[in-house]
T-cell receptor
């Protein structure tokens, strides 16, 4: 059973369109992170949200953490071909032995020029 | 400063063989985590090492093992390879093991098992 459900799994849009990716769970997380991964590379951290209800903006990307710290969304405004990639959300849980991340399966975004 | 370096980047093995993958973390980072990435399962946590000790382990069979050296470099080993072990193996480092939100990933080692 996947602890973090991401939707949609695949998204193909035209340049200039807006889109939202969702990350949902029944578990509460200490923080939630979003990564972007390009072919042949490892994931690169985009943002970390920590507080329930928190909203962070990174240029045309807006990240929101749910009030109950169980879900998150990523909204991209006026998507560009350079936004193409695999977007991954990851929930962090603090355990006695340290911190642990659980990843969603990812959303493969393709922005066509 | 140099990022996380993983070697080899690509390798092909046959069933029954074993493989060792290497990860050099960012200088000063003491925590190293390993993940397996496949199209069907996404990123699955393998294990995490901090100061040469395994602190966390995911739900993988005992064929998957790892270690960390005193210079924080880490290796993972997979014995008796199976077709299903074909995947991208990612290593990530962080300064400590209690702040996962500063993970930096390497580019990965892509293993193909024939």
């Amino acid at each position: 059973t996947q602890l973090l459900e991401q939707s949609p799994q695949f998204l193909s849009i035209q340049e200039g369109e807006n889109l939202t990716v969702y990350c949902n769970s029944s578990s509460v997380f200490s923080s939630l992170q979003w990564y972007r991964q390009e072919p042949g590379e490892g994931p690169v951290l985009l943002v970390t949200v920590v507080t329930g209800g928190e909203v962070k903006k990174l240029k045309r990307l807006t990240f929101q953490f749910g009030d109950a710290r169980k879900d998150s969304s990523l909204h991209i405004t006026a998507a560009q071909p350079g936004d193409t990639g695999l977007y991954l959300c990851a929930g962090e849980r603090r355990e006695t032995s340290g911190s642990r991340l659980t990843f969603g399966e990812g959303t493969q975004l393709t922005v066509n020029p | 400063k140099a990022g996380v370096t993983q070697t080899p980047r690509y390798l092909i093995k046959t069933r029954g063989q074993q493989v060792t993958l290497s990860c050099s973390p960012i200088s000063g980072h003491r925590s190293v985590s390993w993940y397996q990435q496949t199209p069907g399962q996404g990123l699955q946590f393998l294990f995490e090492y901090f100061s040469e000790t395994q602190r966390n382990k995911g739900n993988f069979p005992g064929r998957f093992s790892g270690r960390q050296f005193s210079n924080s470099r880490s290796e993972m080993n997979v014995s008796t390879l199976e077709l299903g072990d074909s995947a991208l193996y990612l290593c990530a480092s962080s300064p400590t093991n209690w702040r996962a939100n500063v993970l930096t990933f390497g580019a990965g080692s892509r293993l193909t098992v024939l």
